[in-house]
């Protein structure tokens, strides 16, 4: 999609890091806005600042991992505004651990929300977007842990993969169907957001994470360490979407760095070598 004037955009997580940029710049496309957060209060202050009139905005403070709040958000979107042009499925938590110190809760909080959201979002907008006539673009935030698999992020890896393998395989039946809707998917590496702190949104029904141990702690303290120092930012990412966007390219992955460690994976795949470790 080249011209954005005036079409609808659908953002989930967009109270901050990466969604509120993403509702930054398209704010700055001239588009229409429905915002949606589990942090409904930070989600007004954040809306606040996009000099926005309010007839082109609707918020929303939902919990993405159900699928009836997505449903709702959807609703509202076309009631409100007749179309969605551009649905970006990006609401996301993270948890460090070893593999077998994810109790099942955790588990159930990361594919809940980085994984069954994405699912919710194509299953309640993506038929109401085919059935446009301009059409529209679906981008699945997911993570450079979608292409890797790093140590400590059992769950937040297999969250990942799932939203690069399902968006993956919804560009081949979009392109089978030479249809109007494209997708991209997001893959960020380090970026500056507070992912690392997202204990503080974890739902009550997901419980609270149990003690972990000092090599768990040890892979914590390194990812907090990276995500702060992280040097491309939340801005960085929202414009390489739109861009990617505008050209109808699928894959969006900004940390052009990290090229070697997913060409190393693939190698090790092709030439069946045990992985090698990342770290």
């Known amino acids: 999609m080249q011209d954005l004037r005036d079409k609808t955009a659908v953002i989930t997580g967009a109270a901050s890091g990466i969604g509120l940029a993403l509702a930054q710049r398209a704010a700055k496309e001239g588009m229409r806005l429905v915002l949606a957060d589990i942090e409904g209060d930070k989600l007004k202050v954040a809306a606040a600042t996009l000099a926005i009139a309010a007839d082109r905005l ?18 509202d979107a076309f009631h409100r505004f007749g179309a969605v042009h551009l649905l970006c499925n990006n609401a996301g938590v993270g948890l460090t651990r070893v593999t077998w110190e994810h109790t099942l809760q955790d588990w159930e909080w990361l594919l809940g929300v980085n994984l069954w959201s994405v699912i919710h979002g194509i299953r309640h907008f993506l038929p109401r977007m085919l ?48 249809a109007k809707v494209g997708v991209s998917v997001l893959c960020p590496a380090w970026v500056p957001t507070a992912i690392h702190q997202s204990g503080r949104n974890r739902q009550a029904r997901f419980g609270v994470p149990g003690e972990i141990s000092d090599v768990s702690r040890g892979y914590e303290e390194r990812m907090a360490s990276a995500v702060t120092a992280g040097r ?48």
């Open 131 to 178: 059935e446009q006539a301009e059409g529209g673009h679906i981008v699945n935030t997911a993570s450079v842990a979608g292409l890797l698999s790093t140590p400590g992020m059992a769950a937040y890896n297999i969250s990942k993969h799932g939203v690069v393998t399902l968006s993956e395989t919804l560009y081949g039946e979009l392109a089978v169907l030479q």
């Open 58 to 75: 609707l918020l929303h403070t939902l919990d993405v991992s159900r699928d009836e709040d997505i449903g709702r958000l959807a609703d």
């Open 232 to 279: 491309k930012t939340a801005d960085d990412m929202a414009d390489a979407v739109f861009e990617a966007v505008a050209e109808r390219r699928f894959y969006v992955i900004p940390h052009r760095k990290i090229n070697n460690a997913i060409q190393l994976r693939m190698d090790d795949i092709m030439q069946l070598r045990n992985p090698t470790p990342l770290g």
